[in-house]
C-alpha cells in the first residue's frame, strides 16, 4: 500500500475530488425528532448515507452501494428548526471501493449565526454493475493539500479496516476448529 494517490490506470482516467463534492441541505422539523425532543440520529445517518451515495454515484459514474459507515461522530444535538448541511466528498480510492468523508453542520434556519460542526463520518461505497458485481473506480486526483491530508489518512483508516477483519477472521477460525462456537 502506497501512501500517495494512486495514478490513474488502463483506460479509467483519474478524477478531481471537487468532481463529485456535494452539499446535502435540510430543515428539521417535528416528524425528526426522537424521545427528547432532539433530531434523531438515524435521521442524521440517513442524510450522511444519501450524500455520500451521491458523491459515491458521482465519482464512479454508476451506482455504488454502502459497504461500511464507521467513526459517525455526533458532537452536538441537533434541534428542530435547524437548517443542516451535509458536506461529503471523497477521500480515496481503491480498485472498486471508495472511502467519502462526510462533514455535518447546522445553523438556525432565520439566523445568520455561522453554522457550526455537528458531525463527521467515514463511509466506504463499492462500486457496482448491473449484476451488483464491483467494478472498477476512477482513481480519485487530490488537488489541495486538505485533499491530500485527507486521502493520506483514509490510507490509515483502510489497513486498519482490512487488518481489524482478518484478525476477527482468524480467530472466529481458529474458534471454530477447536469447536468452541458450536451452535447451542
Ligand atoms: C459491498 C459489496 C458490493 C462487496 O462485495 P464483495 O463481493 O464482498 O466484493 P469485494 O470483496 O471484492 O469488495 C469490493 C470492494 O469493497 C471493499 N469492501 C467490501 N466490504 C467492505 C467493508 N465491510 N468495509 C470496507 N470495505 C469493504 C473491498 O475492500 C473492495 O475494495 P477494493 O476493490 O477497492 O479493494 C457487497 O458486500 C454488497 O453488495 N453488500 C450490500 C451493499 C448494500 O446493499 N448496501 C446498502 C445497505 S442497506
Known amino acids: 500500500m502506497t501512501d500517495q494517490p494512486q495514478l490513474p490506470e488502463g483506460d479509467i482516467p483519474g478524477k478531481p475530488t471537487a468532481a463529485s463534492r456535494t452539499t446535502l441541505s435540510h430543515i ?4 425528526d425528532t426522537n424521545l427528547l425532543g432532539t433530531v434523531h440520529g438515524g435521521v442524521i445517518m440517513k442524510l450522511v448515507d444519501d ?6 454515484g458521482r465519482h464512479s459514474g454508476g451506482p455504488a452501494v454502502t459497504a461500511s459507515m464507521d467513526e459517525m461522530v ?17 477521500n480515496w480510492t481503491g480498485r472498486s471501493s471508495m472511502e467519502v468523508g462526510v462533514r455535518v453542520l447546522a445553523e438556525r434556519w432565520n439566523e445568520s449565526t455561522p453554522a ?3 458531525g463527521s463520518a467515514y463511509l466506504v461505497f463499492a462500486a457496482v454493475d448491473a449484476d451488483g458485481k464491483p467494478r472498477r473506480v476512477p482513481p480519485v486526483v487530490p488537488e489541495t493539500e486538505r485533499d491530500r491530508r485527507r486521502y493520506q489518512e483514509a490510507q ?29
Open 28 to 31: 428539521m422539523t417535528g416528524s
Open 51 to 56: 450524500a455520500a451515495g451521491a458523491v459515491a
Open 74 to 90: 455526533f458532537l452536538e444535538p441537533v434541534r428542530v428548526g435547524d437548517l443542516v448541511h451535509v458536506k461529503a466528498q471523497v
Open 116 to 118: 457550526t460542526q455537528v
Open 156 to 184: 490509515i483508516r483502510r489497513t486498519h479496516r482490512l487488518a481489524r477483519r482478518r484478525a476477527i477472521k482468524e480467530l472466529r477460525d481458529k474458534r471454530a476448529a477447536e469447536g468452541l462456537d458450536a451452535e447451542g
